[in-house]
């Protein structure tokens, strides 16, 4: 049975909240997107562009709002002193959409484990350098490691020169950086 891209995210987001083990917040979710599409060519048909906090598309949050109110994804929000941040877990309707997407999410559920397991815990702040570098080298496919450090720099200039190459060294190591795929975002 075909769905439609609809079921195919709703589903996608319940997968990765279950596999997760824990909750995550909006930046994580939308990096987890980005990461899969991007890197793994996951057909999510999102269309990412470079924001504050790295690729961004606002798809992704219409249908994180979409998966609330089905209740398939619970958000709790949080007030720390400097502002606030989401928990998103799985919800009551979970398992129903992993069902009405289950032959997507066995055709891509290696990719979709092995974004759960390599960045959901990892912060918002490492997310945003990352999932930068990797946009970044999908613009400039043949940038050298110092240039690509210095790109990025450019745009996110809170991040040291030697943060930004702990990144591309970690990308380099995992074949990521190679991996991209310039023709799905």
């Not at 924001?51 to 798809?59: H, M, N």
């Not at 992704?60 to 958000?75: P, Y």
């Not at 484990?113 to 390599?118: D, G, L, R, V």
């Amino acid at each position: 049975m075909q769905t439609d891209i609809s079921t195919r995210r709703l589903g996608v987001f319940a997968k990765l909240a279950k596999l997760s083990g824990q909750a995550f917040g909006r930046t994580v979710l939308m990096k987890l997107c980005y990461f899969l599409q991007a890197l793994k060519g996951v057909p999510l048909n999102y269309e990412f562009s470079l924001y504050s906090y790295g690729p961004f598309d606002s798809d992704v949050l219409a249908d994180l709002q979409t998966a609330e109110e089905l209740q398939i994804l619970e958000s709790t929000v949080h007030h720390y002193s400097g502002g606030y941040g989401y928990s998103i877990s799985p919800g009551r309707n979970a398992q129903l959409a992993e069902q009405y997407a289950e032959s997507f999410l066995e055709k891509y559920q290696e990719p979709i484990q092995w974004a759960a397991s390599t960045f959901a815990r990892r912060s918002a702040a490492d997310l945003e350098l990352i999932s930068t570098l990797v946009f970044v080298t999908r613009e400039n496919p043949s940038v050298s490691d110092t240039g690509l450090n210095s790109l990025v720099r450019a745009i996110k200039p809170h991040f040291s020169i030697s943060e930004v190459k702990r990144q591309i060294d970690w990308l380099r190591s995992e074949g990521l950086l190679e991996a991209v795929d310039t023709e799905s975002c």
